[in-house]
């Protein structure tokens, strides 16, 4: 084994092990024996990414795409970056690239599906899934990604418990169910999220971040929120719709029709406009005393 193979081995165990910051110490000793090596360019790369410096990520990509345009781990280094960035189009530039080069590879497959989930093409992404399967039934990912869709659809009673076994095991998958979890709350669908949250918790229950999760997404889920559920939806953009046709509605109401027509309108309105307000601040402290 030559001197930069072995740095190369070295640095990948790190970066395995989640030591970012002395597998670029590593690299950088690797890249002085060759700048151009696109094996050292991706793994800097790789590196960067998991220091969380995307932009360097997707230099140190492109470099080793220069120096090897089909060097397929710079490729999919990119892809990976790219999605992180939430750049879903170029990322499906680049996916697909890899799946026209490598029509039959199970870790392309489950890419695009992963990929397919965060923009919620959810039958596709089963769809690429089964057949990411079919090539390797042991596919870590496709696994995970097969379970957490079964669990987002409710058509598998064993789901639940077969996501939080893999969670337990495998950091990554439990990555993986975070972003579905994000997704799912930006789409409105409050009770799947809140269902994989659950599961997530049970695998990392000192997680005050994903206790605040749970706890938001049982409130956005509960029965006393259906009120506010459009709000919820809408956001701030359709409160302030929602503010200023209650306001101008309401004076034509007393200018046009009559005081008793716009109190009839108007007492319903503010009375949801403070329970706006007290409702779920005290929703929120009653689930966590409670529990969820």
Sequence with gaps: MSELDDLHHQIE???????ADEARRLAGRALALDPAD??????????????????????????ALASSPDHEPARVLLFDVL???KAYAEAEAVILELLRDNPADPDHMAGYARLLLR???LEKARALVAEALRHDPDHALAQVLDALLHVIRGDDRLASARLGRMIAADPDAAHVVHTA???????????????LARELLRARPNDPELVDTVIELRLASHWA?????????????????????????LIALR?????????????????LVVYSWTGPPLLRRWLRWRGF
């Excluded at 165990?13 to 030591?19: A, F, M, P, T």
């Excluded at 991706?42 to 590196?47: H, M, V």
């Excluded at 979890?181 to 269902?195: D, P, Q």
């Excluded at 506010?228 to 509605?249: E, H, K, N, S, Y």
């Design 119 to 121: 923009v919620y093409q």
């Design 83 to 85: 999605m992180e960035e």
């Design 255 to 271: 200018l046009f029709v009559s005081d008793t027509a716009a109190v009839a309108v108007g007492g319903p309105y503010f009375a």
């Design 225 to 249: 929120m259906l009120p506010l559920r459009p709000f919820i939806r809408g956001g701030w953009p359709f409160a302030a719709v929602m503010w200023a046709v209650a306001v101008f509605g």
């Design 13 to 19: 165990r790190l970066l395995e092990v989640g030591r």
């Design 181 to 195: 979890i994000v997704v799912l709350g930006e789409r409105g669908k409050h009770r799947e999220a809140l269902e």
């Design 38 to 63: 696109p094996d050292t360019l991706c793994l800097l790369g790789a590196a960067a990414a998991e220091a969380g410096d995307h932009d360097e990520a997707k230099r140190l990509a492109h470099a």
